[in-house]
């Protein structure tokens, strides 16, 4: 298992890269196409998955790269926004990913709680993010969209952020 940036360098502990890993037992079914996430590595896979190892050597999956947005040149995970606005206990959930707003592209946030939190979600994301990180639209819902497998669906936040704006 190797964490890598997006140039193949080897990333430092503690830093963000992403996952490749190397097994004589891997299943070539696991990825659609020859290959999903191209590794720089002969005869490693590409997991897609983007994490970083700890001081105890334990390996943190944070992120995907399919879910990663970029505006310009910087890299944003939702992820590390979500959990920033998880803080907050009177949100049960949230959903952050980029969408089109007017002809470009826009990061916005769908997230579950009694109350509108919006202010009080910028207020707390600005101590932490840059201005461009934080989403510019927020959107108050019962329940955040799930699929079978009860994973967040994508589409279905980006239909909500688009139809309210």
């Not at 983007?50 to 399919?66: K, P, Q």
Request: net charge neutral; aromatic share 8%.
């Amino acid at each position: 298992m190797i964490l890598a940036d997006d140039d193949g360098n080897l990333v430092q502990n503690g830093k963000r890269g992403i996952l490749h890993i190397k097994t004589p037992s891997r299943f070539v079914g696991y990825v659609h196409g020859e290959t999903k996430h191209k590794s720089l590595y002969q005869d490693w896979l590409n997991t897609g998955d983007v994490g970083f190892i700890d001081a105890y050597g334990e390996l943190h999956i944070t992120d995907r790269i399919d879910d990663m947005i970029v505006c310009g040149a910087h890299k944003i995970y939702p992820g590390d926004i979500e959990a920033l606005i998880l803080q907050n206990e009177a949100i049960t959930d949230c959903a952050v990913t980029s969408y089109i707003y007017k002809e470009e592209n826009a990061i916005g946030c769908v997230y579950t709680a009694l109350t509108d939190q919006t202010n009080k979600i910028i207020r707390h994301l600005r101590k932490s993010l840059m201005s461009y990180e934080i989403p510019k639209h927020f959107v108050r819902v019962d329940a955040i969209p799930r699929n079978a497998r009860e994973k967040i669906d994508k589409q279905q936040i980006k239909k909500i952020l688009t139809c309210t704006y």
